[in-house]
């Protein structure tokens, strides 16, 4: 009996310690910071926490970007009440929607990809760490509050500390990266330039001394990319060739060049190219760098295949 009494207390305990260790990581309220932690600034009313079915009725452009949680709060000025700081604190499902997240913020220049990214203005400041964006900003940009800003995405950082994925991200998107320094940016949803294609890696290169906007995107297989292709002809571009590769143009108000092209199963292209020749080489470059990625990909899954077999060959 006492023996049975024993066990339904270890199975009641169990049950009840699964579900407050649940409650307290559903969540990334915890995250942000006290008044203690940011001295000069104090929790305002507004403060919220959101799941991924709600994020929706927070923003709708953080819709089907990934987020999994997502808590805000706003901290005013302890001297100037009219001095606001928001603060975001997200939690993606992956590391690359979070990279996704911080890489359209921050937008397009010139910077590397790394464990940790972090990006400061007067305006805002944004750090991505693993599956985390920390996202502070402020509308009193003329006070120059980027110090605050930093301090308001650190005191997250420093209770994330090592809890976080550690999921490399760097060699797909590295794909396009240039000579010249220009940072990968990766878009999960829809881009407006071609809105029938998401999950987008662009960037920019500085060709024979023009700027030139490149980008790709992997499919599941030839037929995805392919079927995707074939709606690039709604937007007015022309096919001009096929084969192995079916590439596409489209003659913009400007006259330049805008091309989209697929081989296997990736898609890829250039816009605001002065002609069509130019067009062809930095379509040929970048196949190059395709294929130059995928003999690395082989050749390391190769090598982890050869690894893995050892332990048979000496047995």
């Known amino acids: 009996m006492i023996n049975k009494l024993l066990k339904i207390i270890t199975i009641l305990l169990i049950f009840t310690?699964?579900?407050?260790?649940?409650?307290?990581?559903?969540?990334?309220t915890e995250l942000l910071p006290r008044n203690t932690d940011v001295p000069g600034w104090l929790k305002t009313d507004s403060f919220a926490d959101y799941?991924?079915?709600?994020?929706?009725?927070?923003?709708?452009?953080?819709?089907?970007i990934g987020i999994e949680k997502l808590a805000f709060c706003i901290y005013r000025s302890f001297d100037n009440h009219e001095i606001k700081i928001k603060l975001e604190v997200i939690k993606f499902k992956t590391v690359l929607d979070a990279y996704g997240f911080f890489s359209t913020k921050r937008g397009p220049g010139m910077f590397e990809i790394s464990e940790m990214n972090e990006y400061y203005t007067n305006a805002l400041s944004l750090i991505q760490v693993g599956e985390y964006v920390l996202y502070a900003m402020t509308e009193k940009i003329e006070s120059l509050l980027k110090n605050d800003l930093k301090t308001f995405v650190n005191i997250p950082l420093l209770y994330i500390g090592k809890d976080h994925m550690k999921e490399n991200i760097t060699s797909k998107l590295n794909i396009l990266k240039g000579i010249n320094g220009y940072g990968i940016l990766y878009i999960k949803k829809a881009y407006h330039k071609l809105p029938f294609l998401n999950n987008i890696c662009f960037t920019q290169w500085d060709w024979n001394k023009e700027i030139t906007d490149v980008f790709l995107s992997e499919r599941e297989s030839f037929y995805d990319a392919y079927q995707l292709f074939k709606k690039s002809t709604e937007l007015g571009y022309t096919v001009i060739s096929s084969h192995d590769t079916y590439t596409a143009l489209k003659k913009e108000s400007d006259n330049t060049y805008s091309f989209i092209s697929i081989n296997d199963k990736w898609i890829f292209g250039c816009w605001s190219v002065k002609n069509i020749d130019e067009g062809r080489r930095i379509l040929s470059e970048i196949q190059s760098k395709i294929q130059d990625y995928k003999k690395i990909s082989l050749n390391i899954n190769t090598y982890n295949c050869i690894l893995f077999k050892i332990p048979e060959l000496n047995s």
Do not use: A, M, P
């Open 17 to 28: 310690s699964c579900s407050l260790f649940q409650s307290e990581t559903d969540t990334v």
């Open 51 to 64: 799941r991924v079915k709600d994020i929706k009725k927070y923003n709708r452009d953080y819709e089907g």
